[in-house]
């Protein structure tokens, strides 16, 4: 029963991680960018446990393709709010993280 459903709980949570997404861009846009590291790492760390899930269950399903398509979009826009973040932070003069801190969280 949990194999027929896993598809469709593995769109759940990929909608629930594009809701994150969306909410840490509102921020940064916002330039509420203090806090927003960990929020950032978090859902670097949902995605990869996402795509575990969806390369062990879904990716064989009618689902599959809009699944890989939906993790590398959210893939792309951490990556480009890991970059927005950086520069954020250059251009406040506040203490930049080390490259190889984000190396590791990604």
């Known amino acids: 029963m949990l194999d027929e459903s896993l598809p469709r709980l593995l769109t ?53 393709p809009q699944l890989v398509l939906d993790l590398s979009r959210i893939k792309v826009r951490l990556e480009k709010l890991r970059r927005k973040m950086y520069y954020c932070k250059l251009q406040t003069g506040e203490m930049v993280v080390q490259t190889s801190l984000w190396e590791r969280l990604a």
């Open 12 to 64: 759940v949570w990929t909608n629930r991680l594009q809701r994150k997404v969306e909410v840490i861009e509102h921020n940064v846009a916002a330039g509420n960018i203090d806090l927003l590291a960990k929020d950032l790492a978090t859902c670097d760390t949902y995605l990869k446990k996402l795509f575990v899930r969806a390369r062990d269950h879904g990716l064989h399903t009618s689902a599959g």
